[in-house]
Structures are given as structure tokens and as C-alpha cells.
């Protein structure tokens, strides 16, 4: 009997150690647990706070891009009439660059064609000017022939004039002298003349004696 109240009480103990180590270790538990509680909470309330203050931001961003998607949406729009209008302005000048290729081949053909009577009428002139280049030697040539016998008629002609005027000089001469003697016998002839009247006079007056 008096090791079963023993063994009674020595389970007793236990049991109020086991409960007392299982109440301490609870309460360590229920505060190792309300620490993290209040850890994990105080963790909650930053990660809380710290969400808000990024939906905030996100919000902020939100309506800044927004105001980025309207603007944007502006930019497309007016982006979107540019382009009408470009392509509207390509058609145009697709159509121009047609219009201008044409007249391109237009006028290449024209400049082939001028280039072409151009070319002949190149080799018509030079074949004129080959000819007028002949005739200008030609005619070179036959003024120098007659420059040649201008300038042997001239000297023949000094020549000539020169001979002529030693005659007509010699004949001035001639017919000076001739003057002078047909002086000299119209003095010879009067004064015969004279005598011939004195003697006719003279024979009147035997006659009449």
C-alpha cells in the first residue's frame, strides 16, 4: 500500500511536472506563436501598407497612362489622317511620276528623233562646208592666178607707159621742133611775101612810067 501511494504520489508529481512543463511549454508556444502573430501582422500591415501606397501608385500610373492612351490615341488618330493624306499624296505623285514617265519617253523619243536630224543635218553642213572649203580654195587660187596676172599686166602696163611717154616725149619734141620750123618758113613765106609785093609794086610803077 505504501508503495502504491509512493508510486501515486511520485505519478502525481509527474503529472504536475508533465502539466506545468506542458503549460510552460504552451504558453511559450502561445507566445512564440502570438510573437509571430504579431510579427506576421505587423508584417501584413507593412506589406498592407505597402500594397496601398503601390495601388496608389499603380493608380497614379494608371491615370498617367491613361492620359498616354488618350494621347496616344490622339497621336493614332492624327497619325492615322497623315497617312490618308500621305496616301493620298502617294496616289498623286504615283500618278505625276506615270504622267512625268511618259512624258520621259516622249521626250526621249523626240530628243532621239531631233538627235537623229540633227546628226544628218551635222553631215549635210560638213559636207557643205567641205564643198564651200573647196570652192574657197578654188577661189583662192584663182584670185591668186589673177592677182598674178594683174600684177604682170600692171608691170606691163608701167612698162607700156613708160615706153609711151619716152615716145609721146620724143614726139613733143618732134613737134616743137616742127613749130619752130613752121615758124621760121611763115617768116620765110611773109617775107617773101613782102619782097614778092614790093617787086609787083615796083613793076606796076615801071609799067605805068
Request: proline fraction near 0%.
Amino acid at each position: 500500500m505504501a508503495s502504491n501511494e509512493r508510486l501515486r504520489e511520485q505519478m502525481e508529481e509527474s503529472r504536475v511536472q508533465a502539466q506545468q512543463q506542458n503549460e510552460r511549454d504552451q504558453q511559450l508556444c502561445r507566445d512564440t506563436y502570438e510573437q509571430k502573430i504579431k510579427d506576421q501582422k505587423g508584417g501584413h500591415e507593412q506589406n498592407v501598407a505597402f500594397m496601398e501606397q503601390q495601388v496608389r501608385s499603380l493608380e497614379s500610373n494608371v491615370a498617367s497612362r491613361y492620359g498616354d492612351v488618350e494621347e496616344a490615341r490622339h497621336g493614332c488618330d492624327k497619325l492615322q489622317v497623315e497617312s490618308i493624306n500621305m496616301q493620298r499624296d502617294v496616289a498623286y505623285w504615283q500618278s505625276q511620276n506615270e504622267l512625268s514617265s511618259t512624258d520621259l519617253k516622249g521626250l526621249e523619243a523626240e530628243c532621239k528623233e531631233a538627235k537623229t536630224t540633227w546628226e544628218k543635218e551635222k553631215l549635210s553642213a560638213e559636207e557643205h562646208m567641205n564643198d564651200l572649203v573647196v570652192k574657197r580654195q578654188n577661189l583662192e587660187l584663182a584670185m591668186r592666178q589673177q592677182q598674178e596676172a594683174y600684177d604682170d599686166f600692171v608691170a606691163l602696163s608701167r612698162d607700156n607707159l613708160r615706153d609711151k611717154k619716152k615716145y609721146m616725149d620724143t614726139l613733143g619734141q618732134r613737134v616743137r621742133e616742127s613749130e619752130s620750123g613752121l615758124v621760121r618758113v611763115k617768116e620765110q613765106l611773109k617775107y617773101c611775101r613782102s619782097i614778092r609785093t614790093s617787086n609787083m609794086f615796083l613793076a606796076l610803077n615801071m609799067f605805068s612810067l
